[in-house]
């Protein structure tokens, strides 16, 4: 049995102060997040510190939204792994289709990534998905299987410390949302292709849908089988809608 897992990006969104304000009214909606679901916010670098103490003594996890894979050295405006953990980081976000769009982001610095952060003991959340001109153009399934195959080379024997969530380019931000019917169609896949690499383990690899996730529609994607929670953008940003997509996913 998977447990659901829901994770607010907060993008370059909130100043500390302000992370506070909205992490104080998730405690609340969510019970402090001792809900059945695993809760986590994934805030910009500058409100990790005022995050975590914001977050003591409940169940929620802290998440940041990149990370270089190199632990220091010369590379000017990074944060390596250390630095998220030694600041109370759990979770992160990697290959989010706005880096791989605005930020050059390949599958090869992905998979980067993704080993030094099992290696410093984050939880990592790998986005991948498809543009709407792959999806119209029949390349669907061929992107999904190379961004699963490459980004996660390497790491089968820890694929369960890995999330995947599965965020259709098109879907993020537009308010379009994938069909249930649709999503569930690439979580089959995502976890066929797993399976591939490493059948023991493809069964307890959490995938999830993100992509215009709101209360809306959060119940219905996540009731299928292969979904196995959410990773919400704009929706996560209101404490009120964050927490009925958690509750949707009980
Ligand atoms: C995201 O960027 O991860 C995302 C899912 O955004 P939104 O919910 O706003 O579409």
Same mark, same amino acid.
């Given at each position: 049995?998977?447990?659901?897992?829901? @994770?607010?990006?907060?993008?370059?969104?909130?100043?500390? !102060? #302000?992370?506070?304000?909205?992490?104080?009214?998730? %405690?609340? @909606?969510?019970?402090?997040?001792?809900?059945?679901?695993?809760?986590?916010?994934?805030?910009?670098?500058? @409100?990790?510190?005022?995050?975590? #103490?914001?977050?003591?003594?409940?169940?929620?996890? &802290?998440?940041?939204?990149?990370?270089?894979?190199?632990?220091?050295?010369?590379?000017?405006?990074?944060?390596?792994?250390?630095?998220?953990?030694?600041?109370?980081?759990?979770?992160?976000?990697?290959?989010?289709?706005? %880096?791989?769009?605005?930020?050059?982001?390949? /599958?090869?610095?992905?998979?980067?990534? &993704? +080993?030094?952060?099992?290696? @410093?003991?984050?939880?990592?959340?790998?986005?991948?998905?498809?543009?709407?001109? #792959? %999806?119209?153009?029949?390349? $669907?399934?061929?992107?999904?299987?190379?961004?699963?195959?490459? /980004?996660?080379?390497?790491?089968?024997?820890?694929?369960?410390?890995?999330?995947?969530?599965?965020?259709?380019?098109?879907?993020?931000?537009?308010?379009?949302?994938?069909?249930?019917?649709? *999503?569930?169609?690439?979580?089959?896949?995502?976890?066929?292709?797993?399976?591939? $690499?490493?059948?023991?383990? *493809?069964?307890?690899?959490?995938?999830?849908?993100?992509? !215009?996730? +709101?209360?809306?529609? *959060?119940? /219905?994607? $996540? *009731?299928?089988?292969?979904?196995?929670?959410?990773?919400?953008?704009?929706?996560?940003?209101?404490?009120? !809608?964050?927490?009925?997509?958690?509750?949707?996913?009980?």
């Amino acid at each position: 049995m998977r447990k659901t897992i829901v @994770a607010g990006n907060w993008k370059m969104n909130k100043l500390p !102060s #302000e992370a506070a304000a909205l992490i104080a009214d998730i %405690r609340k @909606a969510t019970n402090d997040g001792d809900c059945g679901v695993e809760v986590v916010v994934c805030v910009p670098f500058t @409100a990790i510190p005022a995050a975590a #103490e914001a977050l003591e003594g409940s169940s929620i996890g &802290l998440g940041a939204q990149n990370m270089h894979w190199k632990a220091s050295g010369a590379y000017t405006g990074e944060i390596s792994a250390d630095m998220l953990k030694d600041l109370g980081v759990q979770y992160v976000i990697l290959g989010h289709s706005e %880096r791989r769009q605005y930020f050059a982001e390949t /599958d090869e610095t992905v998979n980067l990534k &993704l +080993k030094a952060a099992l290696a @410093a003991g984050l939880t990592p959340i790998v986005c991948v998905g498809e543009t709407l001109e #792959e %999806r119209e153009t029949g390349k $669907m399934q061929d992107v999904i299987v190379r961004q699963v195959t490459e /980004d996660l080379a390497g790491c089968q024997e820890d694929f369960e410390k890995i999330v995947i969530a599965y965020e259709p380019v098109w879907a993020i931000g537009t308010g379009k949302t994938a069909t249930s019917t649709q *999503a569930q169609e690439v979580h089959a896949l995502i976890r066929a292709t797993l399976a591939k $690499m490493n059948p023991a383990q *493809a069964e307890k690899v959490r995938i999830q849908y993100g992509g !215009s996730m +709101k209360p809306e529609n *959060a119940g /219905d994607l $996540m *009731a299928k089988p292969d979904i196995d929670g959410g990773l919400i953008g704009g929706a996560a940003l209101v404490a009120a !809608s964050f927490a009925a997509i958690v509750e949707a996913g009980k």
